[in-house]
């Protein structure tokens, strides 16, 4: 054997065990990353899951508000301007509206709502026939500019009198979700700015 091919040979041999070392290094690194990577999404999955969980809270706790304005109570001449005053407060919400077990939005912070051409939409009809508190799917209505997700709240009777069955429906807007949620998002882990 030649001495160039003893010199090759000799230097591969000396350097495979720091080449060996490396890529063990790096696999366990990798999966050290994605153990981690795993654990933050979990982790994020889990804050998106609680605040959501907080906005429909907060939603039940302003069902229980609303039904006690006697304006919306008794569905009176002054709910539907109630319910555009509490909206305009309140930037989270495309609208505010009551509606009864058969759809028919009977007051709503925007007037087209509870117009007789407006027909009984399809999500609206998903929402009411859950028995509780419920989440609906992504929605768009006229006369509401941007998309929304509504939640329905079975509206507490006022002082338990007994009364129809009626519901308060607070339409999230998806911008402000959108927005919410990326404030809140984990980002600032050091593994993963590597």
Same mark, same amino acid.
């Given at each position: 054997m030649r001495l160039s091919t003893r010199l090759v040979l000799l230097i591969l041999g000396c350097l495979l065990p720091i080449v060996a070392a490396q890529v063990y290094t790096q696999v366990n690194l990798r999966a050290e990353r994605q153990t981690q990577l795993g654990?933050? *999404?979990?982790?994020? *999955?889990?804050? *998106?899951?609680?605040d959501l969980t907080s906005i429909v809270d907060g939603v039940t706790q302003l069902a229980v508000a609303i039904a006690q304005f006697s304006e919306v109570a008794t569905l009176g001449?002054?709910?539907s301007d109630r319910l555009t005053a509490l909206q305009r407060g309140l930037p989270p919400y495309r609208f505010l509206a009551i509606a009864?077990?058969?759809g028919r939005l009977s007051c709503a912070s925007t007037a087209m709502l509870t117009e007789p051409a407006y027909d009984r939409p399809a999500w609206l009809a998903d929402l009411l026939a859950a028995p509780a508190t419920t989440v609906g799917r992504l929605a768009a209505a006229p006369g509401v500019d941007g998309a929304f997700l509504p939640? *329905?709240?079975?509206m507490p009777p006022p002082n338990d009198a007994p009364g129809p069955e009626r519901y308060v429906i607070a339409a999230l807007d998806l911008r402000w979700l959108t927005h919410h949620l990326q404030e809140t998002k984990l980002d600032h882990t050091p593994l993963l700015a590597r």
């Open positions: 654990r933050l *999404a979990l982790r994020q *999955a889990e804050l *998106a899951n609680s001449p002054g709910c009864d077990p058969t939640i *329905a709240v079975r």
